[in-house]
Antibody, heavy 121, light 111 residues
Framework: QVQLQESGPGLVKPSETLSLTCSVSGVSINSYYWSWIRQPPGKGLEWIGYIHHSGDTNSNPSLRSRLTMSLDTSKNQLSLNLRSVTPADTALYHC???????????????WGQGALVTVSS | QSVLTQPPSVSAAPGQKVTISCSGSSSNIGPNYVSWYQHLPGTAPKLLIYENNKRPSGIPDRFSGSKSGTSATLGITGLQTGDEADYYCGTWDHSLNNGRVFGGGTKLTVL
């Protein structure tokens, strides 16, 4: 059974870096693409970016300049760093298994419950 | 402003049928598969429909999906109070460097 669990600080100060980790169980992260998706309070879903162990990555142009995603295959974890955050980055952040092949996206099948991150001084 | 357009809300009585539309363009829905997600408050979003009209194991056949041109539709029959949730369509967009995109979400109320 595939399970994803996000973790990280729930409160980040403006201009600092938001850092989240997603622990994956039930499957090797090497076998799939992985996306991060966020949902600001009262708003819809926003795709942040995807990463694959082959080095294939892509991200939302609106976040790309502040974003770093990585994989730790020894721990079967993925990580997200978002720099220079503002209150607009306050959201529930989900890690998600991204069913894709190079050049083709199909769907998201397993989602973590999400980590709520508030950006506030 | 979401790339895909969904109605903000729909409603129907228990036992009735409802459809939720998702409108896109020739760079996203037109050439690509559409998927649908159900999001109940306090839970992780759940995959309802993938590859336009396929249901994952465990999703009842009350849920259906279709696609025509640059639009897709989610149908739910035999509405239950437990179906009250937000529903999102998703795909990817060639004009956005193949990034994944979502609709703004539709709130389903079962009256």
């Amino acid at each position: 059974q595939v399970q994803l669990q996000e973790s990280g600080p729930g409160l980040v100060k403006p201009s600092e870096t938001l850092s989240l980790t997603c622990s994956v169980s039930g499957v090797s992260i090497n076998s799939y693409y992985w996306s991060w998706i966020r949902q600001p309070p009262g708003k819809g879903l926003e795709w942040i970016g995807y990463i694959h162990h082959s080095g294939d990555t892509n991200s939302n142009p609106s976040l790309r300049s502040r974003l770093t995603m990585s994989l730790d295959t020894s721990k079967n974890q993925l990580s997200l760093n978002l720099r220079s955050v503002t209150p607009a980055d306050t959201a529930l952040y989900h890690c998600v298994r991204d069913i894709s092949r190079p050049g083709d996206f199909y769907y998201f099948d397993y989602w973590g419950q999400g980590a709520l991150v508030t950006v506030s001084s | 402003q979401s790339v895909l357009t969904q109605p903000p809300s729909v409603s129907a009585a228990p036992g009735q049928k409802v459809t939720i539309s998702c409108s896109g363009s020739s760079s996203n829905i037109g050439p690509n598969y559409v998927s649908w997600y159900q999001h109940l408050p306090g839970t992780a979003p759940k995959l309802l429909i993938y590859e336009n009209n396929k249901r994952p194991s465990g999703i009842p056949d009350r849920f259906s999906g279709s696609k025509s041109g640059t639009s897709a539709t989610l149908g739910i029959t035999g509405l239950q109070t437990g179906d009250e949730a937000d529903y999102y369509c998703g795909t990817w967009d060639h004009s956005l460097n193949n990034g994944r995109v979502f609709g703004g979400g539709t709130k389903l109320t079962v009256l």
